[in-house]
């Protein structure tokens, strides 16, 4: 077995360097599983995927393969996808309406609040040893639903979802919130799942505010693939921020944005050009928005990542997108593209044909992505590459503290929320308390120190 | 509009006209003449390639594919969309396809579905085929694509125009990282 130097050592952010082993090393790999995906939270599905009773959406948390369900009371539940008898998986469809989970290996059924029903010759195989209440499916002890999303952990202690996502509430709000400033109100028009040859953290890391890497989107840049291209406009997406300051936010929890910070006052920059009543419906929406949010409409998304592996797109296109580790070497994405529940047909159908030539395996933008985790995932595996660390310096101590928005703030393209990520990505290998994994905690004041 | 059955020196000769049609198509695209292969699309094409999902016996119908324009499918698009796609490879910075993967188009199992108004007349046939894309790039990255098509032809001059191609790829999860190529 190779030898891995402790965590502390592979990650040395004040000197910008992060070891490859995080991207390759089984060790590593095996400690994530471990020490970071049972605890943190994780986005497992949208409540617009379970509207009814009965209604399920399989899942994933880290590598396991779980159940969101919503029971006959209304309750939401997320349940780990595997029979309490010999582990068969109970549910082997992607979504649907059941009454209950049956088991096809011996037949022990689970109802939708997750409870063991049926145990086949009960009465003369199992009365008096098993009792049925202590043999439900494993269920995670914390559940959050924020404006439809549904994230979960599998840490009975973990501090409360509002707590562990932060300050980065108000960037993640500009996905999740009507484009009129209502909150919530987003639904999942579709999804994507596809399987690629990375780590997933490279996957992660492009989302969370490596806005560093634009010029590999140069060919899509150069012919126009945006809403309003047909008008014949170049780059990938409507210029809507033209006025704004670009601004790069990390967070104590580990969460990073790239988010623009719009002047006092901006007006509406015209969009999706060649389908007017669409435009009108973003103009509409825009003022709305102005009206009902105040300074906070100052805030415009692009992307993010939520520690450790829900990445978002803010608006053009919007999704959110997680990074679900299958091995060192191998990451099964899954996208969930949204819209406004309440949008115009119209509206719903230029976003979805946009979305779809943007984003995934078959987006024109993101397959360029995909090339570049792959090769810099497999260039990363050899001996001697292993030795030679990766390069963060970028914007080394270029940032400010909450200003103008809560958070350490950079108005020049960095690698500080990277930077700020496997620093808290540390204190999970290094199996800290929750304290600490919040940055609260005497640690990292005094690393910050 | 018939459907069409098998018999006679028209339906026969219609047959091998449309394969020869989708064989010279495939060639194309392997030989990397993109754009005389959009000169093949209709301009009101549509281009669809379902998700496919795994559903309880019995829904299969209503529920295994996504639908044609509604929601998210691997593609739901239109000629400029497939147009920007080929412009894309040409600018030699589109990583996904630079340096270019080498692709053979396998197309068999070709059968006349529908011709209307008659095989002697055609203005348009629908065609089934099954299709097994071999895709390598680089040195070691290999991906085979198998599945079903339904093409729709629309009779142009002495040739045809694809109006209509649905792909039904055998597949739940994307095995493959990307869907750069054409098919």
Known sequence: MATILPIGHMIDTGRGTIGRELFVAPEIYRQELEKLFTRTWLFVGHESQIPQPGDFFVSRMGEESVILCRDPQGSVHVFLNSCRHRGMKVCRYESGNTSLFVCPYHSWSYTTDGRLQGVPLYRALYEGQLNRGEWSLIETPKLHIYKGTVWASWDPAAPDFMTYLGDAVDHLDQVLDCRDGRPGGSEVIGIHKWILPTNWKFAAENFLGDTYHNPSHRSVDMIGIGPSARAGQTGRRDNEYNAGQHIWVSFPQGHGVHSVWMPEAFDYQPSYQQYPAVDEYFRHCFHERQKRLGDKARIMPFTGNLFPNTSYHGRQPRGLCVWHPHSPTETEAWRFFLVDADAPAEVKDVLRRFYMRYSGPAGMTEQDDMENWLYATKSSTGTIARRYPFNYQQSIGAFRHNDPVPGDVSVQITEQNARNYYDTYARYLQGDGWDSLLGIGPSVRRAAE | ?183
């Not at chain 2, 301009?43 to 929601?71: A, C, I, S, W």
């Not at chain 2, 969309?81 to 396998?106: C, D, F, W």
């Not at chain 2, 099954?130 to 079903?148: A, D, K, W």
């Not at chain 2, 629309?154 to 039904?168: C, D, P, T, V």
């Open chain 2, 1 to 183: 509009m018939i459907a069409a059955t098998v018999g006679g020196p028209e339906w026969f000769a219609l047959k091998h006209d449309a394969e020869e049609f989708l064989y010279m198509e495939a060639d194309l695209l392997d030989q990397r003449r993109f754009r005389e292969w959009l000169d093949l699309l209709a301009d009101d094409l549509v281009y669809f390639m379902p998700v496919r999902r795994n559903v309880k016996f019995g829904q299969h119908d209503e529920k295994e594919n996504t639908r044609q324009g509604e929601g998210i499918s691997w593609f739901d698009e239109d000629k400029w969309t497939l147009g920007k796609r080929v412009e894309q490879i040409l600018t030699g910075v589109h990583y996904a396809e630079e340096p270019l993967s080498r692709v053979t188009h396998m197309v068999s199992n070709v059968r006349l579905l529908q011709v209307t108004p008659s095989p002697t007349d055609p203005a348009e046939i629908v065609v089934g085929s099954r299709f097994l894309v071999y895709q390598n790039r680089v040195e070691y990255e290999t991906n085979m694509f198998v599945g079903r098509r339904t093409d729709t032809l629309r009779r142009h001059g002495e040739s045809w125009l694809i109006a209509r191609r649905e792909m039904i790829l055998e597949q739940n999860v994307l095995l493959a990282k990307n869907l750069s190529i054409l098919f």
